[in-house]
């Protein structure tokens, strides 16, 4: 947030650099935006909110394989 970042930037951010999984930041910054209502709407007018298309909550084609088990 001191970054201005949104919140797919931090969700990358906080992977790639501490190895944080995607899921736990999610679920912080949701938790953080019920308790600081006021902060969020401030913050999100700055920095515009984006659909999450992180590769890290997509289907891959490892999923598809179990099509085939039995």
Not at 8 to 20: F, P, S, T, V
Not at 26 to 43: I, S
Not at 46 to 69: C, D, E
């Amino acid at each position: 947030m001191l970054f201005h970042m949104s919140q797919d930037q931090c969700i990358k951010a906080l992977a790639e650099h501490a190895g944080i999984k995607p899921l736990v930041t999610v679920t912080v910054w949701k938790e953080l935006q019920k308790e600081n209502k006021e902060f969020f709407r401030a913050y999100l007018q700055v920095i515009p909110p984006r659909p999450f298309t992180s590769r890290y909550f997509q289907r891959g084609p490892g999923l598809a394989r179990r099509k085939h088990w039995k």
